[in-house]
């Protein structure tokens, strides 16, 4: 029984369990020699292991156990000496030998744990156990009136499930669970986390109880939640169902419910009744899987810097807020440009509150501007013309007051759209900022001399018109004027 407590809903705490599979980015499958590869032509990934014919004899990867194993040491799991694996039996069209061959009795990995962090506070999410498993074929639908195809590229494709202790509170402690398990993962190369290829699929436990009961209540198991909103919606859904449930005396019965992304809710798959029994007995054709102990230290070594560490740094070493740290570390390619375009700033500005005034703007810069348009376009925006050094040097033109923020924003935005560098727009559309002493200085003066009699006025003590001489100077420079300095400037010659 956990103890955590977290948000109520009209009265009731939600009490979630979460299982991943993950797929893991080997070259091949986890028991024969076929390529594990994504989007390649219907059953042309298959041989007769995977095929389930008679007679084959499965042999484990070796490359998916040490994936396995980063994981678990970047998630702080014990790993196991020995572990074993075993047949899990069910019929479906998608699973040609009947069985699927999966770690029961002793997973590879067990204990561990994530941080999270949510509007209630930081908590740690424990990891119950992940194990391998190979994955089943795919049934195909679409666009098929009155039948169904199997695809089997996918059969034999090697997973990670990772399970969770039922730690999770609420909808939003889930989401930022599965994001941090994410990152984890792509950090270390153990999968790429593809959603919509499948990569990182998600089922949710989900129970509810009275606020301070100790034990938990009956809880359902929602299949087919494959996106961080769906996962949020589907538990928002769930959390009212049972709630309106019990509260109108029903009894919440253990059952596999399935998310409808189109209807928004969860519906009745099959009961406790109907579960099936998987018949679990030990693989005879694969020995117990023993770990060479030089591998565990060879994976140890080798973890790269997880995102909560890089995170840490960022704040004490960087001096980051930690809101921004966040931000630039949840997708690792943002955090290295991030840092790269940091280092370049350092080798070219050598005094301290220069180098300051640097950092923040680049990190403003990132944060907003490169995060978005990497959200929209990918990882393309972070090489080519608009590439770190690309980018650092339209920063400093801001830096040395040639160009203001916001036009490096616009210029930024159409570098991208364009694929030139910054640099080279700023210079075709004429854009640099003036800021040259001789030429301000003449702007000022002409817009004192056209305007005599506000210049009476303000002199005469109507300070609010010293917004007027600013407007007009910018509108005679069209906008390009330095407007710190022409500020400065205007103070000095209206003093009189
Ligand atoms: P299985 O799927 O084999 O039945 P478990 O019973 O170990 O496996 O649980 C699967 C998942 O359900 C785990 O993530 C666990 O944390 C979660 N879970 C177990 N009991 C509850 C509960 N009462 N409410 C919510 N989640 C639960
Ligand atoms: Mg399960
Ligand atoms: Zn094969």
């Known amino acids: 029984m956990s103890g955590a407590s977290g948000p109520l809903f009209r009265g009731w705490e939600v009490v979630v369990g979460l299982e991943v599979h993950t797929q893991l980015l080997t070259k091949t499958k986890l028991f024969c020699r076929c390529e594990n590869r994504f989007g390649a032509p219907p059953n042309t990934l298959v041989c007769p292991v995977c095929l389930g014919h008679p007679g084959t004899l499965p042999v484990l990867n070796g490359e998916a156990v040490r994936l396995g194993v980063r994981a678990g040491l970047a998630a702080g799991c014990r790993v196991s000496p020995v572990s074993t694996f075993e047949r899990k039996h069910y019929f479906y069209p998608d699973l040609p030998k009947g069985y699927q061959i999966s770690q029961y009795a002793q997973p590879l990995l067990t204990g561990g744990g994530l941080r999270i962090r949510t509007e209630t506070g930081e908590r740690t999410i424990r990891i119950h156990r992940m194990h391998l498993e190979e994955d089943a074929g795919k049934n195909l639908h679409a666009g098929l009136p009155d039948r169904s195809h199997v695809d089997l590229n996918r059969a034999g494709v090697p997973l990670l499930e990772i399970v969770s202790e039922p730690d999770i509170r609420s909808p939003d402690e889930a989401v ?35 606020a301070g009961a100790k034990d938990f209540g009956t809880r359902v198991e929602i299949k087919n939640v494959n996106s961080f909103r769906f996962v949020h919606k589907a538990m928002v859904y769930e959390i009212e169902r049972q709630i309106e449930a019990v509260e109108s005396g029903e009894k919440i019965l253990q059952e596999t419910r399935l998310f409808d992304p189109v209807s928004g809710r969860t519906k009745s798959m099959r009961s406790k009744e109907e579960a099936l029994d998987y018949r679990y ?21 080798a973890l790269p810097e997880l995102p909560e560490q890089r995170m840490e740094r960022f704040c004490e070493e960087i001096g980051l807020a930690r809101a921004d740290a966040e931000i630039l570390v949840a997708e690792e390619a943002i955090a290295l440009y991030f840092e790269e375009g940091l280092q370049r700033f350092r080798t070219t500005i050598p005094e301290k509150e220069g180098l300051r005034k640097a950092r923040e703007r680049w990190t403003s810069f990132v944060v907003s501007e490169v995060l978005r348009e990497f959200n929209r376009r990918g990882e393309e925006v972070l090489s080519g013309p608009t590439a770190v050094t690309q980018t650092v040097d339209l920063i400093e033109r801001v830096l040395a007051g040639s160009l203001s923020f ?3 924003k616009e210029v930024y ?3 991208v759209e364009e694929r030139k560098t910054p640099v080279l727009l700023v210079e075709e559309l004429g854009l640099s900022q003036v800021s040259g002493e001789g030429e301000l200085l003449a702007l000022v003066e002409a817009v004192l001399s056209e ?46």
Request: net charge positive; with cysteine.
């Open 176 to 210: 930022d669970y599965l994001k941090r398990l994410r990152q984890l993962l792509r950090a270390t190369k153990v999968s790429d986390g593809n959603m919509e290829e499948g990569s990182f699929r998600c089922d949710v436990n989900l129970s509810i109880r009275r």
């Open 281 to 301: 007995f030990p693989e005879p054709d694969l020995p117990l899987l023993v770990l060479e102990p030089s591998l565990v230290e060879e994976e140890r070594g």
């Open 406 to 408: 916001s036009q490096a």
């Open 413 to 415: 935005s159409r570098a």
């Open 451 to 496: 305007n005599p009699s506000e210049v009476a006025a303000y002199r005469g003590g109507k300070d609010r018109l010293f917004g007027f001489f600013v407007g007009a100077v910018m509108k005679k420079s069209r906008g390009k004027a330095n407007p710190e300095k022409v500020n400065d400037l205007l103070r000095d010659k209206l003093k009189g």
